[in-house]
């Protein structure tokens, strides 16, 4: 079995562990044992009626907004997962990037990455500032999962009215902006790569910013390196260099790499992103 075969088999397996409570698929019942005190390392919404554990992205929100202290503890648990696995997360273990990538193999003109696509990469970062820290805080609601988060309305927002009558006759505005939104994102992701992965992903975002530091990656030998960008120009991310705050850390750029350099396991320490591999004329 291939690298790439390796990984997807990981993505559906931490999909079906996440949300491993499979009576709640019949009955909408969600699952509120031991388990769900613990944060899975992916974007899987806690009220998904298959969840066994919880959102860090929603723990935290809803730990700010409850005014119930600082959440030390979701916050580590995260600092955690990006110390050790940086955006690995996303490459093996986000039940929702798996999710994208099936939907970018629909047949179908795709949108390629450019300049404008890597400034778009910037928007998570206030998203996660505003909407996970700042609303949370000074509104009292958890900001991202109530008004944005894609993920929670497909795995949640989508089923809880069909095993609840009385819920549709809730329903409101901000049901209705929520659904076109997951529409939205469901339909830019099979035209355009891992597009909420990429641009929206708060969570994404922060485990970005340990991708230098993690013990876990994609390594590059400096002396084999000819810093040609084959890397660059083959992966679908906006990354500039391996192991910038882009790269999930898949592995794919191995297998284009003209002399080798790039060793794909994860299990040692990542090198960083100090070498120029970038593309010609970005």
């Known amino acids: 079995m291939d690298r790439e075969k390796k990984r997807r088999l990981t993505q559906a397996v931490a999909a079906v562990l996440y949300n491993a409570h499979l009576p709640g698929f019949a009955t909408g019942r969600l699952y509120r044992g031991p388990l769900k005190r613990v944060c899975a390392p992916g974007l899987n919404c806690y009220s998904c009626p298959g969840a066994v554990a919880s959102c860090p992205l929603g723990s935290l929100q809803n730990a700010l907004a409850g005014g119930r202290g600082f959440p030390l503890y979701v916050l580590g648990l995260m600092l955690l997962f990006g110390a050790l696995l940086g955006r690995l997360v996303c490459a093996f273990l986000c039940p929702f990037g798996l999710l994208q990538e099936l939907l970018y193999r629909l047949p179908g003109r795709k949108i390629g990455k450019s300049r404008w696509t890597r400034r778009l990469t910037y928007i998570k970062y206030p998203l996660f500032v505003i909407f996970v820290i700042l609303i949370p805080l000074y509104v009292g609601a958890p900001g991202f999962c109530k008004w944005i988060c894609p993920a929670g309305t497909l795995e949640a927002g989508v089923l809880h009215p069909l095993y609840t009558p009385a819920l549709r006759e809730l329903l409101g505005a901000t049901y209705w902006w ?58 679908k991310m906006d990354v500039r260099k ?41």
Do not use: M, W
């Not at 391996?242 to 592995?251: A, F, H, S, V, Y």
């Open 242 to 282: 391996i192991n910038d705050t882009e790269c999930i850390r898949c592995g794919g750029c191995a297998g284009v790499c003209p002399t080798g350099a790039i060793d794909p396991r994860i299990f040692h320490r990542a090198e960083k992103a100090a070498h120029p591999q970038t593309e010609k004329g970005n």
């Open 178 to 235: 929520k659904i076109s939104l997951a529409v939205t994102t469901v339909g830019l992701c099979a035209f355009c790569f891992r597009a909420f992965c990429r641009f929206v992903c708060p969570l994404g975002a922060f485990y970005g910013l340990f991708n230098r530091i993690s013990p876990v990656g994609v390594r590059v030998d400096e002396d084999k390196c000819v810093r040609c960008g084959a890397c660059v120009r083959h992966c």
